[in-house]
């Protein structure tokens, strides 16, 4: 699958573009709902720490998932490695906002 998406890349300057585009706009968007919904947790308390906590630790969670991933599935020899490295983050990143506006809606509704 990553040698596919990476022969895709490597085909056209077009085709590397989508895909940085495509990894730009989940990255943003991650970080502006991690953002917005975090104001709207409101001031530091016992109950937004703890709501805090479960956001970072899904991240966490995420993060070493993704990074087993990345091990196992992307060769050395592939061109567009730093691509790949942060397609996995912007994952992480848009599960940790995914997970914040779940437990936005779970407890302040």
Do not use: C
Request: aromatic share 16%; hydrophobic share 55%.
């Amino acid at each position: 699958m990553i040698d596919v998406l990476d022969r895709w890349m490597l085909e056209s300057v077009v085709n590397f573009n989508i895909f940085v585009g495509i990894m730009t706009f989940i990255y943003i968007g991650s970080l502006l709902v991690l953002f917005f919904v975090g104001k709207k947790f409101g001031k530091p308390d016992e109950r937004t720490n703890a709501i805090y906590l479960k956001i970072i630790s899904s991240m966490f969670s995420t993060q070493l998932i993704m990074t087993g991933v990345f091990i196992s599935l992307v060769d050395n020899d592939i061109q567009h490695f730093r691509q790949f490295l942060l397609l996995f983050q912007a994952i992480v990143f848009l599960v940790g906002a995914i997970s914040a506006f779940r437990l936005y809606k779970k407890d302040f509704n």
